[in-house]
Nanobody
Framework: EVQLVESGGGLVQAGGSLRLSCAVS????????IAWFRQAPGKEREGVTC????????WYADSVKGRATIASDNAKSTVTLQMSSLKPEDTAVYYC?????????????????WGQGTQVTVSS
């Protein structure tokens, strides 16, 4: 069974940075794509970034491009999301998600496995 567990959320001031981690278990990493999504109150779930385990290709939403970095540590079975220059509009619950397919996508409906989410609040 694939399990994803996020950590690292919290309260951050605008302009600051944060690092989220996703511990992945039960997955054959070479066959997977892992992504970060976020959902703010009253808004649709938004794809933030994803990484394909086979070639470590990465993709970013325009809203975070240049401010976010996704990385995988296969030895530790962890995917991290580093974000900087945070804005109040980055406030959301951030979710780690996985799909057993190396074709990367930021559509949340394409993902089969989800973590419980971690709250990120950016104060102005």
């Amino acid at each position: 069974e694939v399990q994803l567990v996020e950590s690292g959320g919290g309260l951050v001031q605008a302009g600051g940075s944060l690092r989220l981690s996703c511990a992945v278990s039960g997955a054959r990493f070479d066959d997977y794509t892992i992504a970060w999504f976020r959902q703010a109150p009253g808004k649709e779930r938004e794809g933030v970034t994803c990484i394909s385990y086979d070639d470590e290709g990465t993709w970013y939403a325009d809203s975070v491009k240049g401010r976010a970095t996704i990385a995988s540590d296969n030895a530790k079975s962890t995917v991290t999301l580093q974000m900087s220059s945070l804005k109040p509009e980055d406030t959301a619950v951030y979710y780690c998600a996985g799909r057993e397919n190396v074709f990367a996508t930021l559509r949340w409906t394409d993902y089969d496995y989800w973590g419980q989410g971690t709250q990120v609040t950016v104060s102005s």
